[in-house]
């Protein structure tokens, strides 16, 4: 029954139009709180951080999943000097439409010497669904970044595949205010051919995206491609353009892709920032 009717749908026939602001600041030697705001159907929450690490907020979208039409802003921000984590609380599902995308702003900006980190959870896209989601990254030369995006074909379980539908997935990363590096995905029409190709997907279910951001990224590709590790079911490549390390995931089992996909996230972070090689604990959820 819930194939033809989603949350979002079931709310007066109204649309959803959500923004979500979150900034962070550093205050003697710590991080806090600066600017919150949330509209539905986003909202904050503030999970206690493990001992050792980052400020942590996790976003949640209260509708339960989004329909052709619903629009989401996101804008995340670390001031100078600020260390954060941000996640959503689980994964979003983008059921299908009758014709309107969904469209999904998400604008990361960090500022001198902080850390910012978007950790995402997957985005499962059901048969005929409709996304547009743009993720922006604005830091300065001496900030750092670290960010990511998971996208399912289908509704695995289901024993559902997304076969035809929209999906636009966009990267654009922008460094002391200059474009240094964009990237798109396209997915539409015959979905279900481009997936199946063995020069396009090869029969992968999910896919996922980790972007880092930071004057030694190319001094970290060595320690990217040692933290994807290896596994057999999960196919990844990690590279340098322009400044900017680029971290790839693809594989048969969405299951098993983002179980490579954590372990990578939590190495790399302890890695790179010192921070502790764990996730949230809304993320193993």
Not at 158 to 171: C, P
Not at 243 to 262: M, N, S, T
């Amino acid at each position: 029954m819930f194939d033809a009717t989603s949350p979002s749908e079931l709310r007066s026939g109204t649309l959803a139009d959500g923004r979500a602001e979150i900034a962070f600041a550093a205050d003697g030697g710590r991080t806090r709180l600066a600017h919150l705001y949330h509209h539905d159907p986003l909202r904050f929450l503030f999970p206690t951080s493990p001992a050792g690490d980052c400020i942590q907020a996790a976003l949640v979208t209260t509708s339960g999943g989004l329909v052709g039409g619903d629009r989401l802003s996101i804008n995340i921000k670390t001031l100078t000097r600020a260390t954060a984590m941000v996640s959503p609380q689980a994964a979003e599902k983008v059921y299908r439409s009758a014709g309107a995308d969904c469209e999904i702003d998400v604008t990361l900006t960090a500022e001198s010497a902080s850390w910012l980190e978007w950790l995402p959870q997957e985005t499962i896209l059901f048969d005929n669904a409709r996304l547009h989601r743009v993720t922006k990254i604005n830091a300065v030369h001496d900030a750092r970044v670290f960010a990511g995006e998971m996208l399912v074909f289908g509704r695995i379980g289901r024993g559902e595949r997304l076969s035809r539908g929209y999906v636009r997935d966009a990267w654009e990363v922008r460094l002391d205010g200059k474009l240094v590096w964009a990237d798109s995905l396209l997915l539409e029409d015959d979905i279900a051919a481009t997936i199946a190709h063995p020069a396009g997907f090869d029969g992968a279910t999910a896919t996922a995206t980790a972007v880092y951001v930071a004057a030694d990224a190319a001094v970290q590709l060595a320690a990217a491609r040692a933290a994807l590790g290896e596994d057999a079911e999960v196919r990844t490549a990690a590279t340098v353009v322009n400044g900017v390390l680029v971290a790839r995931f693809l594989g048969r089992d969405a299951k098993a892709l983002r179980a490579a996909f954590g372990r990578f996230w939590a190495t790399f972070r302890n890695n790179v920032a010192e921070l502790p090689a764990v996730l949230p604990r809304l993320w193993h959820v």
